[in-house]
């Protein structure tokens, strides 16, 4: 028995797919992330001092990998706090 009231409808306006944005480092053609390069990687940092997923950084899982082990060094040297701030 159907419901008065409801029905399916679909969306008015159809959506295009937007075009994946390119990869920072691989569209400057970078070789590898340096953990020195501090301005780089606090961009990839959240102000809670997560390291930010791929998905939203529009990178590359290569270079996410690299990030990953850099952003680490750097905190370990004590270039980049382990909390935010």
Do not use: H, W
């Not at 959506?15 to 390069?37: L, S």
């Not at 990178?59 to 905190?75: F, P």
Request: hydrophobic share 30%; net charge positive; proline share 6%.
């Amino acid at each position: 028995m159907a419901q008065k009231g409801k029905r399916n409808k679909k969306n008015s306006r159809a959506r295009r797919p937007e075009a994946p944005k390119p990869c920072r480092f691989t569209k400057d053609d970078v070789y590898e992330i340096d953990y020195r390069d501090i301005n780089t990687l606090s961009r990839f940092v959240s102000a809670q001092g997560k390291i930010q997923p791929r998905s939203k950084n529009n990178i590359a899982s290569k270079y996410q990998r690299q990030l990953k082990v850099a952003i680490k060094r750097a905190r370990f040297l004590a270039l980049l706090p382990y909390v935010g701030e």
